[in-house]
């Protein structure tokens, strides 16, 4: 079965807490997207079996029983087949009911002990069943069994039993397509920008960056409108943004999903510490590419206040599918 990239899933949390450190808000951020996953999971979950119709997973070839069987029959086709439902029909060969464990459980217990029960007499009748139709999606099974809390639903078309889908057939087509993602593709970009009463305060902080990287080995780049950093194999990690001729903002670029993996960065976060500017502004921009072609986007927008030590902002979380 094929999917096209069409749905869309974008959760936004807001931040309020006090900062200790620029490395404090950005271990908050990544910890926090890891424990978003599992509730974004769960509705990339739900947006694939939209897009999956019972047909393709219902169980086609059924066993059923005789409305006039003994009950006796119920237990052995559950000990063989290990199913828990089957549904019922009459000797006109026409759908009369369904029958499952919990009928034999509970409804035998309540029935007077000296009848010979019949399939019948602890069915649930054809008037009382919920169906659902073979071209109704995957999401829509699921729901009607925890609406109905039932662990199976037969498929009907035209009147016409078709199949059953259960519990298991959602968890199974569920663990096929969505295994757990394997990220191909990582790109995460920083913008942190500066705000103060000293415009000197910035120029001071780019030429300290500047001093650290290029002692630590990282390549140092002018160009007309940014001083680029890279390391040794060429790939650019920073960049020192200029607008009308004066330091505008500094852009970190890895391929990471915690920036704080990288020392550097550490140590840039301590020199960017160091002024006490009034204002931190950051936008941060996470893009996850998975096996599926799945896109997974974090942006993150913060402010960090100098004198209340405060941070306030949002994430955005967003999949594309």
């Given at each position: 079965?094929?999917?096209?990239k069409?749905s869309?899933?974008?959760?936004v949390?807001?931040?309020g807490m006090?900062?200790?450190?620029?490395?404090y808000v950005f271990?908050?951020?990544?910890?926090?997207?890891?424990?978003?996953?599992r509730?974004?999971?769960?509705?990339y979950?739900?947006k694939?079996l939209?897009?999956?119709?019972i047909?393709?997973?219902m169980?086609?070839?059924?066993v059923?029983?005789?409305?006039e069987?003994s009950?006796?029959?119920?237990g052995k086709l559950?000990?063989?087949?290990?199913?828990m439902?089957y549904?019922v029909?009459n000797?006109?060969?026409e759908?009369?009911?369904i029958?499952t464990?919990?009928?034999?459980r509970?409804k035998k217990?309540?029935?007077?002990r000296?009848?010979?029960?019949?399939?019948?007499?602890?069915?649930?009748?054809?008037?009382e069943?919920?169906?659902i139709s073979?071209?109704?999606?995957?999401?829509?099974?699921?729901?009607?069994?925890?609406?109905?809390?039932?662990g199976?639903v037969l498929?009907?078309d035209?009147?016409?039993?078709k199949?059953?889908v259960?519990k298991?057939d959602?968890?199974?087509t569920?663990?096929?397509y969505?295994?757990e993602?394997?990220?191909?593709?990582c790109?995460h970009?920083?913008n942190i920008?500066?705000?103060?009463?000293?415009?000197?305060k910035?120029?001071?902080?780019?030429?300290e960056?500047i001093?650290?990287?290029?002692?630590r080995?990282y390549?140092i780049?002018?160009?007309e409108d940014?001083?680029?950093?890279?390391?040794?194999?060429?790939e650019?990690?920073a960049?020192?943004?200029k607008?009308n001729?004066k330091i505008?903002?500094i852009?970190i670029?890895?391929?990471l999903?915690?920036?704080l993996?990288?020392?550097?960065i550490?140590?840039?976060?301590k020199?960017?510490?160091k002024?006490?500017?009034?204002?931190v502004?950051?936008?941060?921009?996470?893009t996850?590419v998975?096996?599926?072609?799945?896109i997974?986007?974090?942006?993150?927008d913060?402010?960090?206040?100098?004198?209340?030590m405060?941070?306030?902002?949002?994430?955005?979380?967003?999949?594309?599918?």
């Amino acid at each position: 079965m094929l999917f096209r990239k069409l749905s869309t899933i974008e959760r936004v949390y807001n931040i309020g807490m006090e900062h200790d450190s620029i490395n404090y808000v950005f271990n908050y951020i990544t910890n926090f997207i890891k424990e978003s996953e599992r509730d974004l999971v769960k509705l990339y979950d739900l947006k694939v079996l939209d897009k999956i119709v019972i047909n393709d997973i219902m169980t086609k070839d059924l066993v059923i029983l005789d409305e006039e069987e003994s009950i006796d029959e119920l237990g052995k086709l559950i000990k063989q087949y290990r199913h828990m439902g089957y549904p019922v029909f009459n000797s006109n060969e026409e759908l009369v009911g369904i029958v499952t464990f919990d009928d034999l459980r509970t409804k035998k217990s309540s029935m007077p002990r000296l009848k010979k029960l019949k399939i019948k007499d602890i069915m649930t009748k054809k008037d009382e069943i919920i169906s659902i139709s073979p071209y109704s999606s995957a999401s829509e099974a699921q729901k009607i069994m925890v609406e109905y809390d039932i662990g199976r639903v037969l498929v009907v078309d035209d009147g016409k039993l078709k199949g059953i889908v259960t519990k298991g057939d959602i968890v199974r087509t569920s663990e096929i397509y969505n295994p757990e993602p394997k990220i191909n593709k990582c790109s995460h970009i920083t913008n942190i920008y500066f705000y103060g009463d000293n415009p000197k305060k910035v120029e001071e902080l780019a030429e300290e960056i500047i001093v650290l990287m290029g002692a630590r080995g990282y390549i140092i780049s002018e160009k007309e409108d940014f001083i680029e950093i890279s390391d040794r194999e060429w790939e650019p990690i920073a960049k020192i943004m200029k607008r009308n001729g004066k330091i505008d903002h500094i852009s970190i670029d890895t391929k990471l999903i915690n920036i704080l993996e990288l020392n550097i960065i550490k140590e840039v976060f301590k020199l960017i510490e160091k002024p006490k500017f009034e204002e931190v502004i950051i936008t941060d921009h996470i893009t996850l590419v998975d096996e599926k072609s799945a896109i997974q986007r974090i942006i993150t927008d913060v402010t960090m206040f100098e004198k209340s030590m405060k941070t306030f902002g949002t994430i955005t979380v967003r999949i594309d599918f």
